[in-house]
């Protein structure tokens, strides 16, 4: 538990760039906080590492960078993007700093719980094996449907930037990117499913990886009530909608605006 907690602690500090601006506890802060993981890792366990668990920490700091820097990157690029999301998400300037503290909180435990699994692989110097390699096949699939989304989005909205994207995974899904997300966790939990030997470490990875596929979904949720109040009256995107799943593809979930539940 003790290197679980200086997790913990470099997740909030990482993480605490929120208190510049809400939103970045759950975007910068959170790709900052998975890299921070992510080289703490290999800094703690500098002398148990093994090629699979060197990949595995590696593959924390990549997601992590990626993120972090295609959100920084789209903030400081686009100006109607930025427009759009003040509408769309609170500042957080009438937020106490006691609710604020709450979140900070919250979300850094969450990515700490979302690394667990890597780390106790490490602990228990377990090393490389089966559960090790396909958990990093998993995450590289995840990680590479996330960036091939973002791009193919960055690419169609530059054409036409008042229209919603229907082309390349967005054929297979309507939120690919977040299905690469899902993806990429669970190659992470995978890869510790052989690991966890004491109740602790089962709560700690499965707060970490049912907590994020639940923000998944509150994601989803957010991204469809905007682009039904954008698109809902074009034909073409009613169309999209009832015959392209949300998230899971071969899985007929078109919607899940109803569930009020998803507030995330």
Same mark, same amino acid.
């Given at each position: =538990?003790?290197?679980?907690?200086? !997790? ?30 992510? /080289?703490?890792?290999?800094?703690? &366990? ?5 090629? *699979?668990?060197? !990949?595995?920490?590696?593959? @924390? /700091? ?6 972090? *820097? ?14 759009? =999301?003040?509408?769309? /998400? ?6 106490? &700093? ?40 998993? =995450? ?26 229907? +082309?390349? @995974? ?19 939990? &995978? ?33 469809? =009530? ?16 009832? +015959? +392209?799943?949300?998230? !899971?593809? &071969? ?10 539940? !998803?507030?995330?």
């Amino acid at each position: =538990m003790k290197a679980f907690l200086i !997790l913990l602690l470099i997740a909030l500090i990482a993480s605490s760039i929120g208190f510049k601006k809400y939103v970045y506890f759950i975007s910068l802060g959170y790709g900052f906080s998975i890299s921070a993981i992510g /080289i703490t890792l290999l800094l703690l &366990f500098s002398k148990e590492l093994t090629v *699979g668990t060197v !990949l595995l920490s590696a593959l @924390l /700091i990549i997601y992590g960078i990626r993120l972090s *820097g295609y959100l920084a990157l789209r903030e400081i690029k686009s100006a109607s993007y930025n427009k759009k =999301m003040k509408k769309e /998400i609170k500042d957080g300037k009438g937020m106490s &700093f006691t609710a604020k503290s709450a979140i900070w909180i919250t979300s850094a435990l969450l990515y700490a719980c979302e690394t667990a699994p890597v780390l106790f692989r490490l602990n228990n110097r377990k090393g490389t094996d089966v559960f090790a390699i396909i958990g990093l096949i998993i =995450m590289v699939i995840g990680l590479s449907l996330e960036t091939i989304a973002d791009l193919q989005k960055n690419k169609a909205k530059k054409i036409n930037p008042n229209r919603f994207v229907d +082309t390349g @995974l967005f054929k297979l899904v309507r939120c690919p990117n977040y299905l690469g997300e899902m993806i990429f966790w669970t190659g992470v939990l &995978f890869s510790g499913l052989n690991v966890l030997n004491s109740f602790a470490a089962w709560l700690l990875s499965l707060i970490g990886y049912i907590g994020i596929i639940y923000v998944m979904f509150g994601g989803a949720r957010r991204l469809e =009530m905007r682009q039904n109040r954008n698109y809902g009256s074009d034909p073409e995107y009613q169309n999209y909608v009832s +015959t +392209t799943p949300i998230m !899971l593809p &071969f899985i007929p979930l078109y919607s899940v605006e109803k569930h009020k539940w !998803l507030v995330a």
